[in-house]
């Protein structure tokens, strides 16, 4: 089994239109509509929500939360969705903080740089990456990011921010 955990990020921004902006609602509505069209066999997935924010105003509160959240999930497999703008802090912090989860576990982070809602296709492609590489990899326990085709271990990657994708460090 694979629990995807929903933090947020531009992957499920939604167009409010009473308030003309993108919002990020508290429900996993959208994550749960990509699985949904890209897995037609029985893949065991738990869908899990918490944090619901931009990662840009995420804090090291969120990541203790989501940490939290990690050392409850019962299963080896986790697929963790959350805004691209720090990622990478997110990781290193649970890496830093938490290196008996990082031991027990196969943890992939995950985003989008465009709102599923707007453009599907890129955060369609890397949750399913991620979920992939999770069922046929077999990967050995440790961090990983799956972004923009690159997939590796997460100190490894990083976004650069002049392209606007994940490169290889």
């Known amino acids: 089994m694979i629990t995807v955990i929903n933090t947020g990020g531009t992957f499920n921004k939604i167009y409010d239109k009473v308030k003309?902006?993108?919002?990020?609602?508290?429900?996993c509505d959208v994550i749960e509509e990509v699985i949904a069209k890209s897995f037609y066999n029985n893949i065991d997935l738990r869908?899990?929500?918490?944090?619901?924010k931009d990662?840009?105003?995420?804090n090291d509160e969120d990541r203790a939360e989501l940490l939290?959240?990690?050392?409850l999930v019962q299963t080896r497999d986790v697929v963790v969705v959350h805004g691209t703008d720090t990622m990478d802090v997110s990781?290193?912090?649970?890496?830093?903080?938490?290196?008996?989860?990082?031991a027990s576990k196969?943890?992939?982070f995950t985003g989008a740089m465009k709102p599923y809602t707007i453009e599907p296709a890129e955060a369609t492609s890397n949750l399913t990456l991620a979920i992939?590489?999770?069922l046929y990899a077999e990967p050995k326990s440790g961090i990983y990011v799956a972004m923009n085709g690159v997939l590796g271990e997460a100190e490894k990657i990083v976004k650069d921010r002049a392209s606007g994708k994940f490169i290889f460090a």
Not at 91 to 98: D, G, K, M, P, V
């Open 106 to 108: 196969r943890i992939i």
């Open 68 to 71: 939290k959240k990690l050392e």
């Open 55 to 58: 990662s840009l105003y995420m």
């Open 91 to 102: 990781a290193e912090y649970i890496r830093t903080h938490a290196p008996h989860i990082v």
């Open 47 to 52: 869908v899990t929500g918490l944090i619901y």
């Open 132 to 134: 992939g590489f999770l």
């Open 20 to 27: 003309g902006e993108l919002v990020i609602y508290p429900n």
